[in-house]
């Protein structure tokens, strides 16, 4: 069982940035592709970015790539996703999720631990 839970979110003003965290509770994270995924009020769940076990390999959304990064130290059992250049319509709660094996993914279903979430607003 791995816990995870995410922690940076906020308010912000369009153009601005944030870091989000994820904090695994397992000393094993490097066994798991982790992901970041999102859900805006009214809106399926969708993806955003994963990362491979290694950390060699992101794959990104289109509507993120360019202006956010995902990225993750294994020996401190955290994956972050600095996110650049927000727009209003990134605004949604962010869920971090952990894939056990396997490659980066962007289906939900491909993920078996996910986090309690983090809401990141946008200001226009």
């Known amino acids: 069982q791995v816990q995870l839970v995410e922690s940076g979110g906020g308010l912000v003003q369009a153009g601005g940035s944030l870091r989000l965290s994820c904090a695994a509770s397992?000393?094993?994270?490097?066994?798991?592709?982790m992901g970041w995924f999102r859900q805006a009020p009214g809106k399926e769940r969708e993806f955003v970015a994963s990362i491979s076990k290694s950390g060699r390999s992101t794959d990104y959304s289109n509507s993120v790539r360019g202006r956010f990064t995902i990225s993750r130290d294994n020996a401190k059992n955290t994956v972050y996703l600095q996110m650049n250049s927000l727009k209003p319509e990134d605004t949604a709660v962010y869920y971090c999720?952990?894939?056990?094996?396997?490659?980066?993914?962007?289906?939900?279903?491909?993920?078996?631990?996910w986090g309690q979430g983090t809401q990141v607003t946008v200001s226009s």
């Open positions: 999720a952990a894939r056990n094996g396997g490659v980066t993914s962007s289906r939900p279903v491909d993920y078996s631990y």
């Open positions: 397992t000393s094993t994270v490097s066994s798991y592709v």
